[in-house]
């Protein structure tokens, strides 16, 4: 399988990319996959948290964010960018609230705290870990979909009540993501999956 | 301040023209004449047997003045209130009928046709005076204000703020409450229930809103709110006669009016102009 | 470092081993949030019972009803089509709803002042407000009743 892989992309390439060497092509590749088996990771979490029945609505662990933050760790913030659209796009196609209002809370939340998160890896990588990291993401991204809700929605600022409960649930969900995503970037460092292909 | 004082006059003297209480009123001299002639009458008065003639004609006779032939032998006025003989009603049916309304535009005069005959315009003074009291102040050059003749009401302008101004609607069942409330400006809001003048006998409630075809009271609604540009409690009154379905047809047909009605049983039919416009309270 | 429980058994364990990993900068950063998140709580209107059920749609205010009233359940018509609210002893709840994800009928009762429902994809909001709270003031005050 690996030598097919090579064969395919060496003859592929002849005229195209003189300027990659072996390894640096097999490196891309290897990237490309995993982003993609991350991608879609990151679309069924989002699907099963859809499925879990909450006990208490409007706060959600988003699981979803371990897998971002695992690609913003592990390649940068222009992937997890991408990563994070197609998780909204294609976990609402399925759930069937594409172009729903809540697509679109999902959608700019998601951007705006992958954004957050990858400036502040790209900042302050060593000071803060992905813990730290993780919980400024939930909180950036329930904040941002507060707001969202309070101007084009519910334009009350009652909503704001709820302000303390989901502060709270982001810290502890955002801590919890954290570490997971700690463990998740540690193990694909080691491993390299796809170098076992 | 002058404004509201001559508001006030205006009013005043509406009543005074119009009530069967005061015996040189103007409706006291037009009923002792009923039968043998027309009484001159003053400008607005005469604009207001018109404008009664108008609702009647609008609602097929369900409202009309000259039922007080009628309300007179139920004495709401005394607050106990006495249930006529059905003879005695029968008797008197055939004195109403607003058709035999003589008005000559040129000497400006009002006359009944039949003997014995009586108006009653409680059911059109009300919302007569608010409108003309309006009027009044707005000549008087002011910009915003709200009238209130006993739940007859009439908004202009708006609140400090640019507010719009809020009016409750009375719960027909209980009293301290109400069913349900609206923004408004510029228009007036107005309600016929079966709770203002009325007495119990053997568990039945007579109120004082009576059904010009059967010389009762009418049975269809509790209440009916009308919301309307000017003032027209008979238009209210009217509806609460024709019931809720027809009531409702009506209000439907008229673009100039939006109303709810509480049928009998406290059921709430909305027109659907009103319907985005009302915010329920408690009772309802 | 920690508390006494905290170095003991498989719990604290964790407990420490979690701890090890975190950065200053993480510890500093969760201590702050904690506090900001904790401190919020005081900035809330004061909670309490005996509240108003305000009910909104699209077009604003639709309801404003007593909390301890008989049961009763109200149909709210919004985008999607008609929300049912059921309020009654003390109590108020989203009964039925129209939108895909039900989060407004799985909150369950609401009894407290502040508390509130919120059917985004009806557009529909149940509030709690104090009887006392300056909106419900404002918006149960009547420049006029017609009767």
């Known amino acids: 399988m690996n030598s097919d892989l090579e064969a395919m992309t060496s003859t592929n390439s002849l005229n195209r990319s003189h300027s990659l060497n072996r390894s640096q092509r097999r490196e891309k590749i290897n990237r490309t996959v995993l982003l993609s088996l991350l991608s879609s990771l990151a679309v069924i979490l989002f699907i099963v948290e859809s499925a879990i029945p909450n006990p208490l609505p409007y706060l959600r662990l988003g699981l979803a964010n371990i897998v971002i933050m695992a690609v913003i760790a592990l390649y940068g913030l222009r992937d997890g960018l991408w990563v994070s659209f197609l998780r909204s796009m294609v976990g609402s196609l399925l759930i069937g609230t594409f172009l729903g209002p809540s697509f679109w809370l999902s959608i700019s939340g998601g951007l705006v705290s992958t954004m957050a998160m990858g400036l ?29 809700v309070f101007v084009f929605l519910i334009k009350r600022k009652e909503i704001f009540c709820l302000l303390p409960v989901i502060l709270m649930s982001c810290l502890i969900s955002g801590f919890i993501n954290g570490l997971a995503a700690t463990f998740l970037v540690e193990h694909l460092r080691k491993v390299r999956p796809i170098n076992l292909l | ?71 007179e032998l139920y004495h709401f006025e005394d607050g106990q209130g006495t249930l006529p003989d ?29 003997p014995g005959a009586m108006i009653d315009l409680g059911g059109i003074a009300k919302g007569f005076a608010v409108n003309k009291a309006v009027e009044s102040l707005k000549e008087s050059g002011i910009k915003a204000g709200i009238v209130n003749a006993g739940g007859d009401i009439r908004l202009f302008g708006y609140k400090p703020g640019h507010k719009l101004w809020r009016i409750g609607i009375q719960h027909p069942r209980k009293p301290d409450q109400v069913i349900a409330s609206l923004e408004i400006t510029d228009q007036s809001i107005v309600t016929s229930g079966d709770y203002e003048r009325f007495f119990i006998r053997g568990g039945v409630r007579y109120h004082h809103i009576l059904d010009p075809k059967t010389g009762y009271p009418a049975r269809g609604c509790q209440s009916v709110t009308i919301v309307s540009e000017t003032a027209t409690d008979a238009m209210s009154a009217g509806i609460f006669v024709l019931g809720p379905e027809k009531g409702m047809a009506l209000i439907e047909r008229l673009p100039q009016i939006e109303g709810l009605i509480i049928d009998r049983e406290g059921k709430a039919f909305v027109s659907s102009g009103l319907r985005s416009r009302l915010v329920w309270r408690d009772s309802h | 470092m920690f508390p006494l429980a905290f170095d003991q058994g498989w719990f604290g364990g964790i407990a420490i081993k979690v701890f090890r990993r975190l950065t200053w900068g993480d510890r500093i950063l969760i201590l702050l949030l904690m506090l900001i998140s904790l401190g919020s709580f005081f900035f809330l209107p004061a909670r309490g019972k005996n509240g108003r059920v305000i009910i909104q749609a699209e077009q604003g205010i639709i309801g404003l009803y007593s909390l301890d009233s008989p049961r009763r359940v109200i149909s709210v018509s919004g985008p999607l089509g008609s929300s049912r609210v059921e309020i009654g002893g003390g109590r108020v709840r989203m009964l039925s ?49 017609t009767r």
């Open chain 2, 1 to 71: 301040m002058a404004a509201i004082g001559r508001a006030f006059e205006v009013m005043q003297e509406i009543e005074n023209q119009a009530s069967k209480r005061i015996p040189s009123s103007l409706t006291s001299r037009i009923n002792q004449a009923a039968g043998r002639g027309s009484i001159p009458v003053s400008a607005d008065f005469f604009e207001m047997i018109k404008k009664s003639l108008e609702y009647s004609r609008l609602t097929e006779g369900a409202f009309d003045i000259t039922i007080g032939a009628v309300t």
């Open chain 1, 120 to 148: 502040m890896y790209r900042l302050f990588s060593p000071f803060f870990s992905l813990v730290g990291i993780s919980v400024v993401g939930a909180y950036v991204h329930s904040l941002t979909q507060m707001v969202l």
């Open chain 3, 97 to 145: 709803s129209p939108c895909p994800n039900q989060v407004c009928t799985k909150a369950g009762w609401i009894e407290q002042q502040g508390q509130m429902i919120c059917c985004v994809p009806n557009q529909v909001l149940i509030r709690i407000v104090g009887d006392e709270s300056k909106e419900n003031e404002s918006s149960l005050h009547l420049d006029g009743v």
């Open chain 2, 86 to 114: 059905p003879s005695a009603i029968r008797q008197k049916l055939p004195l109403v009928g607003y058709q035999q309304i003589q008005l000559d535009e040129e000497r400006r005069t009002v006359g009944l046709g039949r």
